[in-house]
């Protein structure tokens, strides 16, 4: 399969999130971006709530968005502040190569609800990070305080029960491609989240596709309530029998659906691979 656009820009040939140029310290140090993190949590997040809170009630009426609206949307999000889902598996590796993480506030849950969940993590491969120009006044607190340095074992233990509570975790640019953080947050919730509910692709699809063994699933129908992009259903067999099935199409590649298969019937495929159930 094609390699995706974003990953053909920005990925030196891999997939754009695993490239150790994007987190380089350097990035950090660019005037323009020095700009827009310390305008960050008013501009991209606070006024993006309010923005999208508008969108949705237009949404809701019409069904859909204008094109052109939706063009721009993606056009700036891909430019500064761009998206993609990613499962635990490529967490663990992103976040052991880290020489710093430190933990914060979700913006988009203090934006959204004034209410504080640490569920966001600064991930750098050197010790120079950018958070510091964030003005962390936004959420009530002095400059040093809401910033939790971590080891990251720590974080990722800390991301695993994050998604055992429902979480999805993307991976965020700070003006493309400096990666600047990991968010761990529901459809509920997230920014990026809920522009997709409304055809908004301000986050993309993850690199992989939830595939079902029909040799295991019993279909008990657990793990489709538990997807958080509405992308398992069921589907009879010959035989008689039901089985989940997957909309490959609807599919982000969280991955959280295989936390609720007792039988491990739900795995996670490459999306250079085959995405074809197992028979």
């Known amino acids: 399969m094609k390699m995706c656009e974003f990953c053909t820009k920005h990925g030196d040939g891999h997939i754009w ?39 949705e009630s237009i949404f809701a009426k019409k069904k859909k968005l204008p094109e052109r609206l939706i063009r721009a949307m993606v056009d700036k999000a891909r430019d ?50 950018w958070y510091h120009g964030l003005d962390m006044g936004y ?32 991976i965020w640019t700070m003006v493309t491609p400096f990666i600047g953080a990991i968010c761990n947050c529901t459809a509920q919730e997230c920014l990026g989240l809920r522009s997709l509910a409304m055809e908004v692709e ?24 538990n997807c958080p992009f509405a992308a398992i259903g069921s589907r009879k ?18 991955g959280l659906c295989r936390n609720h298969c007792p039988h491990g019937a739900l795995t996670l495929l490459g999306l250079s ?3 074809v159930d197992k028979s």
């Open 17 to 55: 999130y695993k490239n150790a140029r994007n987190y380089a310290h350097d990035l950090a140090s660019d005037l323009r971006r020095r700009q827009y993190i310390r305008d960050f949590l008013e501009t991209t997040i606070g006024q993006g709530i309010s923005t999208l809170g508008r969108l």
């Open 139 to 170: 959420f009530g607190k002095a400059s040093d305080e809401g910033l939790e340095s971590l080891l990251p074992e720590e974080a990722i233990s800390q991301m695993e029960e994050l998604e055992a509570e429902g979480a999805v975790h993307t």
């Open 80 to 129: 500064e502040h761009f998206g993609q889902v990613v499962p635990i598996e490529d967490i663990r590796e992103i976040v052991r190569k880290a020489e710093t993480v430190v933990r914060l506030p979700c913006a988009c849950r203090w934006a959204a609800l004034k209410k504080e969940k640490r569920c966001c993590y600064s991930v750098s491969y050197s010790a120079a990070t």
């Open 237 to 254: 067999l010959a035989g008689g029998a039901t089985v989940a099935e997957v909309n490959p199409g609807q599919c982000r590649g969280c």
């Open 202 to 225: 301000t986050l993309a699809r993850g690199e992989y596709t939830a595939v079902v063994d029909r040799t295991l699933c019993i279909g008990c129908g657990l793990c489709e309530p």
């Open 273 to 275: 691979h085959s995405a």
